[in-house]
């Protein structure tokens, strides 16, 4: 695992918890959500993508 994408996650956090709270106290919630939301995927997708090259590894390795 590279120590990235744990600086990648961690950044998009920082960055979608001051929005939300700057969004949540001009009384926008609905869009704080979205934001929240929209990160959540760009998140999952980079989670999914080191799953699917992990198992690409693994399936490599053992020749299957």
Same mark, same amino acid.
């Given at each position: 695992m590279e120590v990235d994408l744990i600086f990648k996650i961690a950044a998009i956090g920082i960055i979608v918890a001051v929005i939300n709270i700057l969004l949540n106290r001009t009384g926008?919630?609905?869009?704080? %959500?979205?934001?929240? !939301?929209?990160?959540l995927v760009v998140v999952l997708t980079l989670v999914v &993508?080191? $799953? @699917?090259? %992990?198992? @690409? !590894? $693994? &399936? @490599? !390795?053992?020749? %299957?």
């Open positions: 926008r919630d609905d869009q704080a %959500l979205m934001v929240t !939301l929209a990160a &993508k080191q $799953i @699917s090259d %992990l198992f @690409s !590894l $693994i &399936k @490599s !390795l053992f020749g %299957l």
